[in-house]
């Protein structure tokens, strides 16, 4: 797959309607990837939907698929989200027995394979492991629901965890997740983020293509200022 160049702007479906998901998936295709928000009410206390969902949305997307699992026991289940053809497939850190070795099999089942962390949870946690994960994923907001304001307090994580990466020649994908707007996105792009998951600002605008444009133009010219 030929995969876009940051940065990009990954619509939440969160933010979409359930009962309308066909025509608000063709909504976002100028998008780079469709964001799916997996809740299984242990992990966090929402609930959404699981792998039988996603394979509908995975046929009828315009746009590949990130799918972000806020699950218990992801070693059990991400496979399956890999399998049928999410084009990556994130799981958290405070969730996974063997994160290594579920990396490798998401990347061995052919997905991009990502590792997503609280707010709480320090980047340090990640460093050892950092050569295993193709998108690292830094949560800007506590897990669980859309529309919360996004905590500036995870950027100088977040910029730490990028001069790791780069420090031990990784070229994993930052990317940032909950209170991404046109007011925040630039902090985010400053610090290092090159992807993008927006709901409420996408979905929530009058012009949902504009709106995806307009994030990604804030986006561009706040790392190229950085
Ligand atoms: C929150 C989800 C997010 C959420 C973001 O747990 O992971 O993807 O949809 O929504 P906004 O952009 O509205 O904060
Ligand atoms: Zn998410």
Redesign the pocket.
């Known amino acids: 797959m030929n995969l876009p160049a940051a940065p990009r702007i990954n619509p939440?479906?969160?933010?979409a309607d359930f009962v309308n998901m066909q025509a608000d998936l063709a909504r976002i295709a100028t998008a780079d990837f469709a964001?799916v928000?997996v809740?299984d009410n242990h992990f966090?206390p929402?609930l959404t939907f699981g792998p039988q969902m996603v394979a509908r949305i995975q046929e009828t997307s315009p746009v590949p698929l990130d799918v972000?699992l806020?699950i218990d026991d992801p070693d059990r289940w991400a496979p399956e989200y890999a399998e049928l053809g999410a084009a990556s497939v994130t799981f958290h850190l405070e969730a996974a027995v063997e994160p290594v070795a579920l990396a490798r099999r998401l990347r061995e089942i052919g997905a991009r394979a990502g590792i997503?962390i609280k707010p709480g949870t320090a980047g340090e946690a990640l460093y050892e492991i950092l050569d295993e994960f193709d998108q690292i994923l830094v949560?800007?907001?506590?897990?669980?629901?859309?529309?919360?304001?996004?905590m500036p307090e995870t950027m100088p994580k977040l910029q730490a965890l990028v001069a790791e990466a780069r420090r031990r020649g990784s070229n994993a994908w930052f990317e940032v997740?909950?209170?991404?707007?046109d007011d925040t996105i630039a902090l985010a792009a400053a610090a290092g983020a090159d992807t993008f998951?927006?709901?409420?600002?996408?979905?929530?605008a009058d012009s949902v293509e504009a709106a995806i444009a307009g994030l990604r133009e804030r986006a561009r010219a706040a790392s190229l200022e950085s």
Do not use: C, K, R, W
């Not at 939440?12 to 933010?15: F, G």
């Not at 907001?141 to 859309?146: A, I, Q, R, S, T």
């Not at 997740?177 to 707007?181: F, H, P, V, Y």
């Open positions: 939440s479906l969160l933010a964001h928000d809740m966090v929402n972000h806020m997503a949560m800007t907001v506590e897990p669980g629901f859309g529309g919360q304001s996004f997740d909950g209170g991404i707007s998951v927006a709901g409420s600002a996408v979905y929530g």
